[in-house]
């Protein structure tokens, strides 16, 4: 029997994932769900979450992640930009353009990169005016605080929701490949079946590993 694609897409665990396009732990996390998504029925819906609505007000961070997070704010909104009018499937083909520029390739964070990532993705240059205002602000807190009040105020990004159960994590370098990927993804899914699940956690030891 042949599916038909809205059978398939039935078929098919949905898995929510709240990214911040500037950190690279949820860019790993990103690309291991696109490696579980190649040996389990999983999809993986993006959603925008920003670390710079996460650390508002939180003064006794250190002067280089304060700079950090003020220039986060644009390619967050620019991702939500994308989200809004073009649709979550243009949102993934936007952030993997973007974030592949970000991380693995360490391009430069400025309009110049945003506009390089739109066109690779089929999207006009002029959408990069979003990353450069404030007007939209409400809706990205809505979109961030959908990912993230489920999982409390004491974590940042990625945030993966599964089977109903939002948790902060998995923290991994290098991402996992192929049935690696698929087994991880199964243990992460095994421990949302239980409500009373709350941490599992060692030091880091190994920054981000992009291959």
Request: proline fraction near 6%.
């Amino acid at each position: 029997m042949t599916l038909h694609d809205s059978d398939r897409s039935d078929a098919l665990q949905q898995v929510d994932f709240w990214f911040d396009p500037q950190c690279p732990w949820a860019w790993m996390t990103s690309r291991w769900m696109l490696e579980v998504e190649k040996v389990r029925p999983v999809h993986t819906v993006f959603h925008v979450m920003s670390l710079s609505v996460l650390n508002e007000g939180r003064d006794e961070l250190p002067d280089d992640y304060k700079t950090f997070l003020a220039g986060a704010w644009g390619s967050a909104r620019l991702a939500l930009a994308v989200e809004e009018q073009y649709g979550s499937e243009k949102l993934r083909e936007f952030y993997t353009a973007v974030g592949t520029r970000f991380h693995p390739k360490g391009e430069t964070r400025d309009r110049a990169t945003l506009e390089a990532a739109l066109a690779e993705v089929g999207l006009p240059a002029e959408l990069a005016d979003a990353a450069e205002t404030d007007a939209n602000d409400a809706a990205l807190r809505r979109s961030h605080h959908e990912g993230m009040d489920p999982v409390g105020n004491e974590v940042g990004t990625p945030v993966v929701r599964i089977n109903g159960k939002s948790l902060f994590g998995p923290v991994i370098s290098p991402a996992p490949k192929g049935e690696q990927a698929g087994r991880l993804f199964d243990g992460v899914s095994l421990v949302t079946e239980y409500d009373g699940f709350y941490e599992l956690k060692r030091s880091r030891t190994t920054g981000p590993i992009f291959d």
